[in-house]
């Protein structure tokens, strides 16, 4: 038996952000990070809200860290609000989502409802079950997966993500692409989340490039805002893999941004899990679904055609493939090394990886980052 479930009531378009206007007299708690806070779209998300008591707590940083959120919780006992808004990108949403999952554990807070509002079209998170947290001390990253995580409301205004910059465009759709590809080949993957990742693989593929290079162009940021909560959907329900649970180990131990983690490795992972037949299978259905391969392709030659395109969609973003370029030396590789392996095996995202996966091909993947 396979479950899928949609908990998030999605606005998406040009617009949607309109939706805050019918809320009075509300007490609204917004988290997001100082960027975000200091910005023209902030003072258009105050305009919706004028007529409700809102407090900001704007001290998120990217990889929302344990002690951001332990005073994340202090500002939200302060304030007390009906409604939570995460504002930002992937790490003010997760904060926002952690904060609200650690106290509706313990207390109840008489919220009407938890509202994400991605500015980055990327980790999908507006629509997950999931939040990550890191433990910079430690160097660890930990992703949570529980369907109380949910956020209730998702708002897709394709207005807030105009003004990302290249690099990160680049990066968060990269983002898209892992979530869709590791949904799609998941060993818990089935046909509704299917469907979501191959259209989000579809719009990353038509669209990523288009939107890096014109960051201006509404319906391209439309299409990749949109994939971002498709592939958000559909790791929500299949899992993600592999990819993600290395890639944690790489933002955790040396601060390499998330997206860029994930494209970085995308290409060795697929080679690695595409050893298995099957898993082999499925990537060459989904080359041939984005008319990557044509229909009389063999599976191996398929993936391979897969695996270059994501290779030169890299160089067209301008994305430098390599670790070393990144500023992380063979020597500091080497010497995280047995760490970054116990804690990918640990990591709650490598248990629907569709291949069978060991030490040794853990080093591999990262050696040929390198
Ligand atoms: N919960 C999930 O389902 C999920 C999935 C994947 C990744 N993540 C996590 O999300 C985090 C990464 O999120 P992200 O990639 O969105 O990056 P981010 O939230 O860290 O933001 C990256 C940078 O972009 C800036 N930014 C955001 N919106 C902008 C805008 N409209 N214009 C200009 N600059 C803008 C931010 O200020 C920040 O400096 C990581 O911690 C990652 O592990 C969560
Ligand atoms: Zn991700």
Redesign the pocket.
């Known amino acids: 038996m396979k479950k899928f479930s949609v908990r998030t009531r999605v606005y998406s378009g040009v617009g949607s952000l309109e939706y805050l206007s019918r809320f009075k007299n509300r007490k609204v708690w917004i988290v997001c990070?100082e960027?975000?806070a200091s910005?023209t779209?902030f003072e258009r998300l105050q305009g919706l809200l004028s007529d409700n008591e809102v407090t900001v707590y704007s001290n998120i940083t990217?990889?929302?860290d344990i002690t951001v959120i332990a005073k994340g919780i202090e500002s939200l006992w302060a304030a007390k609000p009906n409604i939570i808004i995460g504002f930002?990108?992937?790490?003010?949403?997760?904060a926002a989502?952690a904060i609200r999952f650690i106290i509706e554990r313990n207390e109840s807070l008489n919220l009407d409802c938890c509202i994400a509002i991605?500015?980055?079209s990327?980790?999908?998170?507006e629509v997950?079950s999931?939040?990550?947290i890191?433990d910079n001390k430690r160097g660890i990253?930990y992703?949570i997966f529980h369907p109380d995580i949910f956020p209730d409301i998702a708002i897709l205004d394709p207005e807030?993500?105009?003004?990302?910059?290249p690099h990160?465009t680049a990066?968060?759709g990269m983002?898209v692409l892992t979530?869709a590809i590791e949904a799609y080949v998941s060993s818990e993957s089935n046909e509704f989340s299917d469907a979501l990742a191959e259209k989000a693989v579809w719009n990353v593929f038509q669209y990523l490039e288009g939107a890096f290079k014109n960051s201006e162009c509404i319906v391209r940021r439309t299409k990749m805002h949109n994939a971002s909560s498709m592939a958000?959907m559909a790791?929500?329900q299949a899992g993600l893999g592999l990819n993600?649970a290395i890639a944690?180990q790489l933002?955790g131990q040396f601060k390499l941004?998330?997206?860029l983690s994930n494209a970085i490795l995308l290409p060795h992972v697929i080679r690695h899990n595409a050893k298995d037949a099957k898993t082999r299978k499925r990537y060459a259905k989904l080359a041939k679904h984005c008319l990557i391969a044509s229909k009389s392709t063999n599976d191996i030659t398929a993936t391979n055609q897969l695996i270059l395109h994501i290779n030169q969609l890299a160089r067209k973003l301008k994305i430098n493939m390599s670790l070393r370029r990144h500023g992380i030396s063979e020597s500091a590789l080497r010497q995280k090394l047995p760490d970054i392996i116990a804690a990918t095996h640990n990591d709650s995202t490598i248990a629907t990886n569709p291949a069978p996966t060991n030490d040794n091909d853990i080093k591999r993947i990262l050696e040929a980052a390198l």
């Open positions: 990070d960027f975000l910005s779209m990217s990889d929302p930002g990108g992937g790490s003010a949403i997760d989502k991605p500015t980055t990327g980790t999908g998170s997950t999931a939040t990550v890191s990253k992703p807030l993500v105009l003004t990302v910059p990160i990066n968060t983002d979530h958000g790791f929500s993600h944690h933002g941004p998330h997206g």
